[in-house]
């Protein structure tokens, strides 16, 4: 009885599980062969040249392949260790605070609901160099205004700040989660033992939080590699190359410059290197649910 009713799901699941496939691999699958292609179009028809590996060989030659990759993971380590840290601290404190928990989770959560388009259009406003708000600030406080922006030194950071204010409220959800649901006999037995708030923090709130932290701090990651929206509405991947990230190159790629195989390939290359952090990431957390 047992084995046909587990036939059963299989068989009623089977159908909407090919069909995310599909929709999942025949992209990829779809990239993956024009990355071994060079494609072009005259009078409405493309032409598919197969060159082997040789878009491969061009991606580590290719400039701003190279800046992408190395703006990408100074843009992803600096800003997801500020928003776990951040978000950490958040969910800390609101769940120790016994009235107006719900005002504080509503706040702090409110920048994740605002659109991408909407983010891009206040933070450019606030940024400006003539009459943003950061700057009357600064110009308030007997400072010289900066050229957030435009400056190829406060570029990256601008965006850091902006992507740390709109993503921070995901860790600090995903934390104020996982601390809400860990054994409470536990802290009452240390509180009972004599022990103080920091060694309970180190000793037993970050282990029982390892989990929750590894899976929060996979999703930052690979959302942050994918970084594109606020690049694009904020500096354009400027000034120069300072705020290049690799998606902002593969969006060159494809639509400036037109060389759709070399943009397969830098594709390519991406969605391996997140199949990649993943797989890492689910080993790290099955090995921290083992020695929990």
């Given at each position: 009885m047992k084995d046909?009713?587990?036939l059963w799901r299989w068989t009623s699941l089977a159908p909407l599980l090919l069909f995310f496939g599909a929709l999942a691999l025949l992209p990829?699958?779809?990239?993956l062969y024009m990355s071994f292609?060079?494609?072009?179009?005259?009078?409405?028809v493309s032409t598919w040249t197969p060159v082997g590996l040789e878009n491969y060989e061009r991606l580590p030659k290719d400039a701003f392949f190279s800046i992408g990759v190395w703006n990408t993971i100074v843009f992803s380590v600096t800003s997801v260790a500020i928003q776990m840290v951040l978000g950490f601290l958040l969910a800390l404190a609101v769940v120790r605070i016994k009235w107006g928990s719900t005002f504080y989770k509503t706040i702090f959560i409110l920048p994740i609901l605002i659109p991408g388009i909407v983010i891009g259009a206040i933070w450019k406003l606030m940024l400006d160099f003539d009459f943003g708000v950061l700057n009357q600030i600064n110009i308030w406080l007997g400072l010289q205004p900066l050229d957030w922006t435009g400056s190829v030194k406060l570029a990256m950071p601008a965006i850091i700040i902006v992507d740390v204010w709109h993503w921070t409220p995901f860790v600090f959800l995903l934390m104020l989660a996982g601390l809400q649901g860990l054994p409470e006999d536990v802290f009452e037995a240390a509180k009972v033992d004599g022990t103080g708030p920091f060694r309970e923090l180190f000793k037993i709130t970050l282990p029982l939080m390892l989990p929750t932290i590894l899976v929060t701090l996979m999703f930052r990651i690979i959302l942050a590699f994918k970084v594109f929206d606020e690049i694009f509405l904020?500096?354009?991947g400027g000034p120069g190359t300072a705020t290049e990230v690799i998606a902002f190159s593969?969006?060159?790629t494809f639509f400036f410059e037109n060389r759709v195989g070399l943009g397969s390939a830098m594709s390519f290359a991406v969605i391996f290197a997140v199949a990649l952090l993943v797989v890492?990431?689910?080993a790290a957390q099955r090995y921290a649910q083992s020695k929990g």
């Open positions: 046909n009713q587990q990829v699958a779809n990239i292609h060079t494609v072009q179009w005259a009078e409405g904020l500096t354009g593969i969006f060159r890492i990431s689910l």
